[in-house]
């Protein structure tokens, strides 16, 4: 039984607190709670019509995992929220460069002070959790499951030019990301007892990664540019350690 708790506050309104509580349930059976907020302010103003909040914090994670062991046998899961809201990007376009050398004109040029016509957003979204299971034999030896699974959304909106001045056919230049992606994992070992002269390491790992994408593009051309990608890939692999410890001094891998 025990825990922990953090609490922070500076200037911006940056706040932040942290806990965590472990609750053992019986003698072979335990949860823990975790959690961290975190909160602040942006560093910079938006003078234009969106009155964005670029570079603000918003932050929520939220764990919980359980163990438990008993004669050989140890499972451990755990799962994980998190969400994260960052008002968008930062920044003014700088005279001279090549992209934003029409634009530099609508910059405020005061530092931290800015002037978008397009709304900006910098969001994510993710679930995560994993399950190791182990089981370790009398004359020691080990088997082992890892299986795991994420699942991520992020969404960007962002002002291209970082002004208000009108893109090359009058729209504002504005682009709007919405990406997810989910994997898949799980690993398979075998591990050997470690006090004789030789121990080993057998394996198997199989990964498949989803994602989508979708980019849409406003201001850049005459028509707005809406692609729609998607990464399908699978791996698989195999793997084997072993060593031969010769001496205490002289090892063969």
Same mark, same amino acid.
Request: aromatic fraction near 12%.
């Given at each position: 039984?025990?825990? &922990?708790?953090?609490?922070?506050?500076?200037?911006?309104?940056?706040? @932040?607190? %942290?806990? *965590?509580?472990? /609750?053992? $349930?019986?003698?072979?059976?335990?949860?823990?709670?975790?959690?961290?907020?975190?909160?602040?302010?942006?560093?910079?103003?938006?003078?234009?019509?969106?009155?964005?909040?670029?570079?603000?914090?918003?932050?929520?994670?939220?764990?919980?995992?359980?163990?438990?062991?008993?004669?050989?046998?140890?499972?451990?899961?755990?799962?994980?929220?998190?969400?994260?809201?960052?008002?968008?990007?930062?920044?003014?376009?700088?005279?001279?460069?090549?992209?934003?050398?029409?634009?530099?004109?609508?910059?405020?040029?005061?530092?931290?002070?800015?002037?978008?016509?397009?709304?900006?957003? &910098?969001?994510?979204?993710?679930?995560?959790?994993?399950?190791?299971? @182990?089981? %370790?034999? *009398?004359?020691? /030896?080990? $088997?082992?499951?890892?299986?795991?699974?994420?699942?991520?959304?992020?969404?960007?909106?962002?002002?291209?030019?970082?002004?208000?001045?009108?893109?090359?056919?009058?729209?504002?230049?504005?682009?709007?990301?919405?990406?997810?992606?989910?994997?898949?994992?799980?690993?398979?070992?075998?591990?050997?007892?470690?006090?004789?002269?030789?121990?080993?390491?057998?394996?198997?790992?199989?990964?498949?990664?989803?994602?989508?994408?979708?980019?849409?593009?406003?201001?850049?051309?005459?028509?707005?540019?809406?692609?729609?990608?998607?990464?399908?890939?699978?791996?698989?692999?195999?793997?084997?350690?072993?060593?031969?410890?010769?001496?205490?001094?002289?090892?063969?891998?």
């Amino acid at each position: 039984m025990g825990g &922990n708790v953090n609490l922070e506050y500076g200037s911006y309104n940056n706040l @932040k607190a %942290e806990g *965590a509580i472990n /609750l053992p $349930l019986g003698t072979d059976f335990a949860i823990r709670f975790a959690t961290n907020q975190h909160g602040r302010n942006s560093y910079y103003t938006d003078l234009g019509k969106a009155q964005n909040r670029p570079d603000r914090l918003s932050e929520q994670d939220e764990r919980l995992s359980a163990l438990y062991k008993a004669n050989g046998l140890s499972v451990y899961w755990k799962g994980e929220l998190t969400q994260r809201d960052t008002g968008g990007y930062a920044y003014q376009p700088i005279a001279g460069t090549q992209f934003n050398n029409p634009f530099a004109l609508g910059a405020t040029g005061v530092p931290y002070q800015l002037k978008y016509d397009s709304l900006t957003a &910098n969001f994510e979204r993710a679930f995560n959790t994993a399950l190791e299971i @182990k089981y %370790e034999t *009398a004359g020691g /030896l080990v $088997l082992r499951s890892l299986t795991g699974y994420q699942n991520k959304r992020v969404w960007i909106t962002s002002d291209l030019d970082g002004s208000s001045l009108p893109g090359p056919v009058g729209a504002p230049e504005y682009q709007d990301q919405q990406i997810r992606e989910r994997v898949y994992t799980q690993e398979i070992n075998i591990i050997s007892p470690t006090t004789g002269a030789f121990n080993y390491v057998l394996g198997g790992y199989y990964q498949h990664n989803l994602v989508d994408v979708l980019l849409h593009i406003t201001g850049t051309a005459p028509f707005p540019i809406v692609p729609t990608l998607t990464t399908n890939k699978t791996n698989y692999a195999v793997f084997a350690q072993g060593n031969y410890k010769l001496t205490d001094q002289f090892e063969i891998q």
